[in-house]
């Protein structure tokens, strides 16, 4: 009866100590008492995989799907134990180290530990890299951070390059249908067949006109050339709309004006403010767009090779009068060489005589 009740009284204050213990654990310590967990389940994990293959879990090794309940895992690990108890494998090496996972697999999936399992199964296991154990994260090395920003900023000028062009373009057909507008009239693109009322005069074989440097901004685009072979195109309207833009702008003096050329052939020129010479007016060819090949990669490329083609014909022209003076040199030599034999036979002649 006194050992019993000492053992009691033991028992007691055990309890008693680790209560207070915990009830005084911090923030930190919980955290550490979880890591500490956590590392075992990492452990036992790699272990497994070790032993039984790469890909194995908690639950394939017993035949179970993550979602099994309590009892199945239970029925589950009770097969397992016998078909793995050591008694029965004892030529398979570490049959006991085996069993002894086993068992601890089924502690981690009957408590708290097992919800923790599931996330790190459903999201990946980190690697032990000698000091703890830490995710395979990418890290690109330097050849690929460079090839990324070299594409990065050829996809970049590339964006910029087609909005530019594009915008120009529209600038320069804009431009184009202002003056043809300015020129021949509101009915300029209108066929002769499909004018009502009073035929437009005859087109004058040159015209100069003064039209907004980027055309009027009002201006309708052109008839879509489907509408126009089929017929769907209503040029009375077309020459309606083009008649108020004309009216609209008519002596507007906030923008640029220039003076454009326009000529019976849809050809036109633009007077240059600075030298006062015609520059001829196209529209730009979708041909000459922007391509990958215009970006500054394939241009310093292609720079570099007509730098090194230059320095190579640079340096065949030098050496060609450097080869005709050599040989104009030799020449000379031989010639002297053959004049100072003859001389040297006729001293020997008259030496004789």
Known sequence: MHWRFLLRVLAILTIFVVGVTAANWD????????????HQIFELQAALEESEGAGSNFY???????????????KAYREK????????NPDVPDAHKRFERLGLIHRILRDERRDRYNHFLSKGFPKWRGSGYYYARFRPGLFM???????????VQYLVQQ??????QKRIENL?????AAAWGAWFQTPADAVKGTKPKS???????????????DMPPAPLAGDVSAGQVDWDEEGHKIRKVLSAHHGN????????????????AIIDDETNEWITVEPLNEADAPSVKTTWPFTLAQSLLQRSSTTDTVRDEAQAPADEVDLATSRTETTTSATSTKAAKRRKRAGKA
């Open 176 to 180: 184009r249908r202002s003056a043809l």
């Open 145 to 155: 951070v460079l090839a990324f920003l070299i594409a990065v900023s050829m996809g």
């Open 27 to 38: 923030k930190d310590d919980i955290e550490v008492c979880t890591l500490l967990l956590t």
């Open 60 to 74: 394939s090794i017993m035949g179970l799907r993550p979602s099994a309940s309590l009892a199945e895992i239970r």
């Open 81 to 88: 134990s016998l078909e793995w108890h050591p008694d029965k």
């Open 163 to 168: 909005y530019n062009w594009r915008r120009d």
């Open 253 to 268: 003096v906030n923008v640029r004006m220039v003076d454009v050329m326009v000529y019976s052939d849809s050809s036109m």
């Open 203 to 217: 087109i004058p074989a040159q015209k100069k006109v003064h039209v907004p440097l980027h055309g009027f901004e």
